[in-house]
C-alpha cells in the first residue's frame, strides 16, 4: 500500500508545490493576472492532501525527524509562526481591502451613485433587475443586503458591474 501511495503522493505534493510557490510569489509581488489567486487558494487542498499522503506512506523516516535536534527546530518553528499568524492580529488600521468593502458596505446608493457615475434611479433599477427589491436612495448596502436576505458583496458586485 505505502509503495502505491507514494507513486502518487510525492507528485502531487511536489507538483502542487511548485504552482503554490509560483502563485504565492506572484502574489506577494501583487500580480494580479488571470486565475493567480483562486488557483492558490484551492489547489493548497491538493497540496494538503498530496503532504498528508505523503507523510503517512513515509511515516517511518518522518517520525525519526522528531529525535533530532535540527529537523525538530524547523517543525516546530513552522508551528509557532502557524500559530502567531493567526492569534496576533495584524495591525490597528486593519486590512486596506476589508476597510475599503466596510466602507462600501455602509455606503448610501446616492453616494455609490456619484461614485459609479450613474444616477440613483439606474442603480435602482439594476438591482430591482437582479430581484433585489424596496431599495431606496438613502439606504445602505448593508440594509439593502438585509432586507432582502443577499450578501453586501452580492449587491455591490450588481452596482459595479
Not at 505534493?13 to 510569489?25: D, K, N, S, W
Not at 488557483?39 to 529525535?67: Q, R
Not at 450613474?118 to 439593502?144: F, P, R, V, W, Y
Amino acid at each position: 500500500m505505502s509503495a502505491t501511495m507514494k507513486s502518487w503522493a510525492t507528485p502531487l505534493a511536489a507538483g502542487t508545490f511548485i504552482i503554490l510557490a509560483v502563485t504565492g510569489i506572484l502574489m506577494f509581488f501583487k500580480v494580479d493576472a488571470g486565475y493567480i489567486k483562486p488557483v492558490h487558494e484551492w489547489l493548497s487542498w491538493a497540496m494538503v492532501i498530496g503532504v498528508l499522503f505523503h507523510t503517512f506512506a513515509n511515516w517511518k523516516p518522518f517520525i525519526a525527524y522528531f529525535s533530532r535536534r535540527l529537523p525538530l527546530s524547523i517543525i516546530g518553528a513552522g508551528v509557532i509562526i502557524t500559530m502567531l499568524s493567526i492569534v496576533v492580529p495584524s495591525s490597528e488600521k486593519g486590512n486596506p481591502k476589508k476597510n475599503m468593502f466596510r466602507a462600501l458596505e455602509s455606503a448610501k446608493i446616492e453616494m455609490l451613485a456619484d461614485m459609479t457615475g450613474q444616477s440613483s434611479d439606474a442603480l435602482i433599477g439594476k438591482l430591482e433587475g437582479k430581484g433585489i427589491s424596496n431599495a431606496e436612495t438613502s439606504m445602505t448596502i448593508e440594509e439593502i443586503a438585509s432586507m432582502n436576505g443577499k450578501k453586501e458583496m452580492d449587491i455591490l458586485w450588481t452596482i459595479f458591474e
